[in-house]
């Protein structure tokens, strides 16, 4: 036990000590065991999410520099001059939304921002969060509604992480119904026990069955249809905040196609 603690602390993970001996040598080796296991996993989650921020990152940059090369030696000049600023306007904008949703998961993780608890209505923020994208859907020819119970559906809960929440769960649901003629519809179903259901459906080609469980990680992404332009942080956030509540974020495909995606709280 003494050898292990030493490795580890030279940065040396060891394979899982045997549990023999005394009782209490027992305990002490399964409590070793046990913060081992969580130093792997959080150096392989660190790992991970160092390889896709270094994926997500290179796009956007590789766009930008070209571009910006561009305007600068001349190849970029009249309408081309103007297509090539919007789109790096357009990647500006998605390294943006990267760093603050880096910054917002920091913040969950540290406690920055604690929850500011208060009686919500489930439905109406329902409501609300398909109204603030039914524009922007109606644009690419895609169609948000809400399909929410007509009485108010009481929730405890903090009013920006929940808006969050939904809007981080609508974009992924965007990014994934085709384009034109998609629809994604905001769900709103109370549960027993006092809880309630918040998910987004989409008509879209799903998520592939092994990549279920791995939806909420980390700049994880199963299928290049599902990612957008997004940072590939927002179901992570999505976890975290409902988590935060006492709640529990989920992912599953429809039997008749698509995927819903939401939480419990």
């Known amino acids: 036990l ?3 603690e030493r490795h580890v602390g030279q940065g040396s993970l060891q394979p899982p000590l045997p549990a023999d001996g ?9 409590a070793f065991n046990t913060m081992t296991a969580e130093v792997e996993h959080a150096r392989r989650a660190q790992a991970d999410m160092l390889a896709g921020l270094r994926h ?24 081309e001059a103007g297509r090539a600023a919007a789109a790096i306007a357009d990647e500006a904008s998605r390294l943006d939304r ?13 406690g920055v921002r604690p929850l500011q608890l208060e009686q919500l209505d489930a439905g109406l923020l329902a409501r609300d969060a398909a109204e603030r994208f ?9 169609e948000v509604t809400a399909a929410t119970e ?29 384009r034109p003629g998609g629809h994604v519809r905001v769900e709103v179903v109370p549960l027993p026990g006092e809880a309630v259901m918040l998910a987004v459906r989409d008509d879209g080609p799903g998520i592939p069955s092994a990549a279920l469980p791995r939806v909420f990680e980390r700049f994880y992404r199963a299928d290049p249809a599902r990612a957008g332009q997004g940072s590939g942080l927002g179901l992570a956030i999505v976890d975290e905040l409902a988590r935060a509540h006492g709640g529990r974020a989920f992912a599953e495909n429809m039997p008749d196609g698509g995927a819903r995606v939401g939480v419990i709280l």
């Open 2 to 4: 003494a050898v292990a």
């Open 22 to 30: 005394p009782r209490e040598i027992q305990d002490a080796s399964l």
């Open 134 to 142: 039914a524009p922007g859907a109606a644009a690419d020819g895609q």
């Open 150 to 178: 007509t009485v108010p559906l009481p929730l405890a809960g903090d009013r920006v992480a929940v808006e969050r929440i939904l809007g981080n769960l609508v974009r992924n649901a965007l990014a994934a119904a085709p």
């Open 56 to 79: 997500d990152l290179r796009t956007p940059l590789t766009v930008i520099g070209g571009f910006a090369q561009a305007l600068q030696d001349g190849t970029a000049s009249g309408e």
């Open 98 to 110: 990267m760093v603050t949703d880096l910054g917002a998961l920091a913040d969950l993780e540290t």
